[in-house]
C-alpha cells in the first residue's frame, strides 16, 4: 500500500511538471525583480547618506588645515616680531651650544626651579586650559661664571611674549634688588634667558622650610621687607620708564648669598606712561592676583 501511495506521488509531480512547468524560472524571474529592486533601493540610500558624511569629513579636513596654517602663520609673524625687537640687543646675544654645555644639556640634576603657566579659554560651556612648564636650570660657562638659565616654554605664542617682555624690560633696568639679566639666546624653537645665578633660591624656600626659616630673624625679615619695596619703588617712580610687575609673589622673590631680595620674573610686567595714574586690565595676568 505504501509503496502505491508513493509511485502515485512521484507520477503527480512529474505529471504537473510536464503540464505546468517548474516554478524554478518563476521563482528565479522573481527573485530577480526582488534583488534589482533591493540593489536599487539601497544604491539611493547609501548616496543619500554618504554624500554628506563625504562632505563633513572633507569640512572638517578643510577647517583643520585652516586652522593649522592660521596657527603656524600667526606663530611666525609673533616670532619675526620678537626676533626683530629682541636682536638689537646683540651685545646680550648668546651662543645656544655655549649655554646647552654649561647646563650638561638641561639636565635634571642642575635643575634649580620649574614654573607652570596656565592659558584658560572659556568655550561654549567648558574651559580649555593648556599648561605651559619653564625650567630654570643652574650653569657654568666657559669662563667659570655661575649662571642661572631659564628655558621658557615655547609650544605658544605666550612664551615669546614672557620672552619679549624680559629681555626688553630686564635689558634697560638696573637696581640692586632687581635679578640682573646677563644674556638671553633666540634660536630656532629656543627662548633662553640667562640670570646671575642666586644661591638661597626663592623666598618661599626659607618660609615654608621649618630648618631654615630659623636663619630668619626679624632684622632679616625687615632687611628682606624693605629691598622688595625699594625695588618695586624703582619700578613704580624711579625707573624711566613706568613698569608694574603684575606677578609679584614668593616665589618670585629671589635670594643673594647675604639674603638680599632680588625681583625676578618679569614675563608679564606691563608699561606705562609716566604721567599714568590707573589702567584698566582685560584679563587677569601672571599666578597672583592682588584681591
Known sequence: MVLVITWLEVNIFILKQHLFGTNKDYINQKSSWVYAGKSHKSKSVITKYTVPIVVFIGLLIFIFIYLGVRKLTKHFKSEAK???EVRELESSLMDFDTIRVGTNNFSDANKIGQAKRCRARLL???TSIKHCQSFTNQAKLFNEQEVAVKRLCSISGQGDTEFKNEVLLMSRLQHRNLVRLLGFCFEREERLL????????SLDNFL???????????????KIIEGIARGLLYLHEDSQQR???RDLKLSNILLDANLNPKISDFGFARLFNVDQTQVKASKIAGTYYCP
Not at 640667562?194 to 633660591?201: G, I, M, T
Not at 615654608?208 to 625687615?222: E, M, N, S
Open 82 to 84: 620678537v626676533d626683530g
Open 124 to 126: 561654549a560651556n567648558f
Open 194 to 201: 640667562v640670570y646671575e645665578f642666586l644661591p638661597n633660591k
Open 208 to 222: 615654608f622650610d621649618p630648618i631654615k626659616r630659623a636663619h630668619l630673624d626679624w632684622k632679616t625679615r625687615y
Open 243 to 245: 613698569i608694574i610687575h
